[in-house]
T-cell receptor, first 111, second 112 residues
Framework: DAKTTQPTSMDCAEGRAANLPCNHS???????VYWYRQIHSQGPQYIIH???NNETNEMASLIITEDRKSSTLILPHATLRDTAVYYC????????????FGKGTKLSVIP | DVKVTQSSRYLVKRTGEKVFLECVQD?????MFWYRQDPGLGLRLIYF???????EKGDIPEGYSVSREKKERFSLILESASTNQTSMYLC???????????FGDGTRLSIL
């Protein structure tokens, strides 16, 4: 699976959009981009995933660049409950069933 | 919403005991996984199962076994618990290989 690079930490004001970047320059054609988050002492929570097109669900939006070498997770109106470590993972699924979590980005939402 | 339920949030056991961790999912998912999470080491896959009675070893299966007698339930067994198995254990399930994995809240296991 391709390696990902994320900033170590970010701050965001409550109510503002949080934009979390991820670099995955070695991504291959059949690899999906997944985003998870983990709040302290809880299991990871799936947020969103995509292959080529931008995706949106009730939690977030995922913007993938045309060359697929980077992506941005957008939380449109961050709340204090969004404070967590966010992980960007690239995975092809079949034959690569294991999720490899890097260090992620620690997002702190500030009141 | 997908629900993955792990039987205990916190568990304390003694060295040498046989320990059972249970996981149940309510979405009829084919795949189920057991991971452990340790500071600085990230998530490591212990075992996974792609069907009833089917299992495959992950990266760190030594000292563990699993059981999947029903589609919704996946059990992790520590045959003879040791202190180096103190960890956070996470169960996950997914509908298929290109589908996201959904996690339970984890079991924090301490072996004394």
């Amino acid at each position: 699976d391709a390696k990902t690079t994320q900033p170590t930490s970010m701050d965001c004001a409550e109510g503002r959009a949080a934009n979390l970047p991820c670099n995955h320059s070695t991504i291959s054609g059949n690899e999906y981009v997944y985003w998870y988050r983990q709040i302290h002492s809880q299991g990871p929570q799936y947020i969103i995933h995509g292959l080529k097109n931008n995706e949106t669900n009730e939690m977030a939006s995922l913007i993938i660049t045309e060359d697929r070498k980077s992506s941005t997770l957008i939380l449109p109106h961050a709340t204090l409950r969004d404070t967590a470590v966010y992980y960007c993972i690239v995975n092809s699924g079949a034959g690569s069933y294991q999720l490899t979590f890097g260090k992620g980005t620690k997002l702190s939402v500030i009141p | 919403d997908v629900k993955v339920t792990q039987s205990s949030r916190y568990l304390v056991k003694r060295t040498g005991e046989k320990v059972f961790l249970e996981c149940v999912q309510d979405m009829d998912h084919e795949n189920m996984f057991w991971y452990r999470q340790d500071p600085g080491l990230g998530l490591r896959l212990i075992y996974f199962s792609y069907d009833v009675k089917m299992k495959e070893k992950g990266d760190i299966p030594e000292g563990y076994s699993v059981s999947r007698e029903k589609k919704e339930r996946f059990s992790l067994i520590l045959e003879s618990a040791s202190t180096n198995q103190t960890s956070m254990y996470l169960c996950a399930s997914s509908e298929g290989w290109n589908q996201p994995q959904h996690f339970g809240d984890g079991t924090r296991l301490s072996i004394l």
